[in-house]
């Protein structure tokens, strides 16, 4: 019989975990259906991956099943950034074109095909026995690694752009959206960067240290996978994206080759002190300019370039001269800083604390205390 290691008990317990995850992510209630299926994908993707963890268990001898599974590494990062597409755009919807990504996986197919689907049990068992030494297998490393590095460059170019957009047109405080996604895409980072410096210490000699690397690297995914788990049980409703059809103000800017224009500053900052739109959380450019019947475009050409300010920041300014006005206030000095952040159109109180201290440079106790 077989003896169960350590590795393959680490194997049983991510893929159990990722499962269970990707099941729970399928079946929640959301608006976002695509981000959660194709999230979930990648969570079955990556379960099989770990199967391989205690194939051994499972398998008396190596079989085409088991070459599949190997093959489905391949769709890990396409899915993962399809993923963030979803989640970054809200208008995003899965068409024919992006079956392109699915190229790797069909070429990484072909190159395993003559010898490994074709070939006998027999065949099988002598090229898994000296696999690191077969080109298939340096192929299959590169090409992976490669893939890797493309996709996350990629992904990590599609959040700084969505962030960026969010900030000048969204003032909600579902920023930290993108935070989680941004810590996703560095933790994976890690984890391939170290499965390089892994997969180097196997092929050119040093056993001893590849055993120890590889531990670590089981060890880092479990933890990446519970981290993940405690964000999706605490938000359920995963993220909320932007509209990717929307332009950066820069852009807008050289469309419409827009001047300050005085009149109109003066026009949105006494709209905003007489109406006080900023106290609604889900205010966004396009509520705020239908508001104050203004073209969208124009809006955030104002706000973005000539007033030099972020729409998300250009709202959290209102929103904390009137959170200093309520604390400065005698009559609301029961008011917890809870119930004013709410007040005062933030729904977080560290959005609500970080916002604060940007612009007074004291926290809202330190600020009441000051007074």
Same mark, same amino acid.
Not at 38 to 55: H, K, Q, R
Not at 258 to 263: L, M, V, W
Not at 301 to 310: E, G, T, Y
Not at 330 to 335: A, C, D, G, M
């Given at each position: ?40 994908? *990648? ?16 398998? /008396? ?21 399809? *993923?963030?597409?979803?989640?970054? *755009? !809200? ?40 696999? &690191?030494? +077969? ?16 996709? +996350? ?5 599609? +959040? ?8 000048? &047109? ?86 419409? $080759?827009?001047?300050? /224009? ?12 007489? &109406?006080?739109?900023?106290? $609604? ?13 203004? &073209?969208?475009?124009?809006? !955030? ?29 005698? !009559? ?9 952040? *709410? ?6 109180? !560290? ?21």
């Amino acid at each position: 019989m077989e003896t169960v290691t350590f590795t393959n008990i680490i194997g049983i317990i991510i893929t159990f975990i990722l499962l269970l995850l990707a099941f729970f992510i399928y079946s929640v209630p959301s608006s976002n259906k695509i981000s959660n299926k194709l999230f979930a994908s *990648y969570l079955v993707l990556n379960a099989i991956e770990f199967t391989g963890f205690y194939s051994s268990l499972i398998f /008396n001898e190596p079989n085409n099943l088991l070459v599949a599974s190997r093959e489905f590494s391949y769709l890990q990062m396409p899915v993962l950034f399809l *993923y963030i597409l979803s989640v970054c *755009y !809200s208008d995003f919807k899965l068409q024919w074109k992006h079956l392109w990504h699915a190229i790797p996986y069909i070429i990484g197919n072909l190159v395993m095909l003559p010898r490994f689907y074709m070939g006998s049990t027999t065949q099988k068992i002598e090229l898994f026995t000296n696999f &690191n030494s +077969l080109y298939e297998s340096y192929f299959s490393h590169i090409a992976l690694h490669l893939q890797s590095v493309f996709y +996350l460059t990629a992904g990590f170019i599609v +959040l700084k752009r969505a962030k960026k957009i969010f900030k000048e &047109n969204y003032s909600s405080n579902t920023i930290t959206t993108y935070n989680w996604l941004f810590q996703l895409l560095l933790f994976t980072a890690f984890l391939y960067g170290f499965a390089i410096i892994k997969n180097v210490l196997k092929f050119f000699g040093a056993p001893e240290f590849f055993e120890i690397s590889h531990k670590i690297l089981v060890i880092s995914v479990l933890s990446f996978v519970c981290w993940y788990v405690l964000k999706a049980l605490r938000y359920p409703q995963l993220f909320t994206g932007v509209d990717s059809k929307i332009l950066l103000s820069t852009d807008l800017a050289k469309k419409l $080759n827009t001047k300050e /224009n005085t009149k109109k500053i003066e026009q949105l900052s006494l709209f905003m002190i007489k &109406n006080k739109p900023y106290l $609604n959380p889900s205010l966004t450019l396009r509520h705020l300019a239908e508001e104050i019947q203004m &073209n969208t475009r124009d809006l !955030s050409v104002l706000i973005n370039q000539s007033l030099n300010k972020h729409f998300f920041d250009f709202i959290n300014e209102y929103r904390i001269e009137e959170a200093k006005n309520i604390l400065k206030n005698p !009559s609301k000095k029961e008011f917890t800083v809870l119930e004013i952040l *709410y007040e005062v159109g933030f729904n977080s109180k !560290s959005s609500f604390n970080t916002a604060f201290k940007k612009h007074t440079g004291l926290t809202p106790t330190q600020f009441r205390k000051s007074i």
